[in-house]
């Protein structure tokens, strides 16, 4: 069981922003871990899409953004394409029992 | 251009012992570090351990006592090895590439780089 929840789904019609939450705890992103953000395209293997937080490798468009506060990180998609339609799981570090690398639940975007 | 391939046995029954490898080709091995992650079948990611260039391991506490990771750098190579499988291990398993980002500390790393996948089914 995942200790980094994400909303299983959000949509949105082509052109609107859509966001997905990542809420964690003081163990992990409350804690000051970085998040992360992976794109996973139907049968393809994740992509790094956001790094600390906030960082857009080289490659992805400025469409995409990231935050993070408090206990939680974010990720935002200002004017949503349907080649953005995909799932999308966060990642940070987890203190507790011994430390690990820990992925959220991972939401689905639909492009209406 | 880094690229990362993998391969093993896609077929196990309960009880035997997975493994898997991965190849580094097109790139620097040492002075990074090296990851197995997995994804059942409609689910989400979960990260099973790392391992770097002079064989420094981490792993995921709930597969600690199953799991060894291993690394030969005469190859470019680094290995999973999941003993007494279940059905619950049935997953695709991905190789990975944690990036060495100057000024962050290592827990702070991300896959920037990763494997196709290989799907492991265990099953009678």
């Known amino acids: 069981q995942s200790v980094l929840t994400q909303p299983p789904s959000v949509s949105g019609a082509p052109g609107q922003r859509v966001t997905i939450s990542c809420t964690g705890s003081s163990s992990n992103i409350g804690a000051g871990y970085d998040v992360h953000w992976y794109q996973q395209l139907p049968g393809t293997a994740p992509k790094l899409l956001i790094h600390?937080?906030?960082n857009r490798p080289s490659g992805v468009p400025d469409r995409f953004s990231g935050s993070r506060s408090g206990t939680s990180g974010s990720l935002a998609i200002n004017g949503v394409q349907a080649e953005d339609e995909a799932d999308y799981y966060c990642q940070s570090y987890d203190s507790g029992l011994g430390g690990s690398r820990v992925f959220g639940t991972g939401t689905k975007v639909t492009v209406l | 251009q880094v690229q990362l391939q993998q391969w093993g046995a896609g077929l196990l029954k309960p009880s035997e012992t997975l493994s898997l490898t991965c190849a580094v080709y097109?790139?620097?091995?040492?002075?990074?570090?090296w990851s197995w992650i997995r994804q059942p079948p409609g689910e989400g990611l979960e990260w099973i351990g790392e391992?770097?260039?002079?064989?420094?391991?981490n792993y995921n506490p709930s597969l600690k006592s199953r799991v060894t990771i291993s690394v030969d750098t005469s190859k470019n190579q680094f290995s999973l090895n999941l003993m007494s499988v279940t059905a619950a291990d049935t997953a695709v398993y991905h190789c990975?590439?944690?990036?060495?980002?100057?000024?962050?500390?290592?827990?702070?790393?991300?896959?920037?780089?990763w494997g196709r996948g290989t799907l492991v089914t265990v099953s009678t």
């Open positions: 600390g937080n906030s």
């Open positions: 391992i770097n260039n002079r064989g420094s391991t």
């Open positions: 990975a590439r944690l990036a060495f980002r100057l000024g962050r500390r290592p827990h702070n790393w991300d896959f920037d780089l």
């Open positions: 097109g790139g620097s091995f040492s002075g990074h570090y």
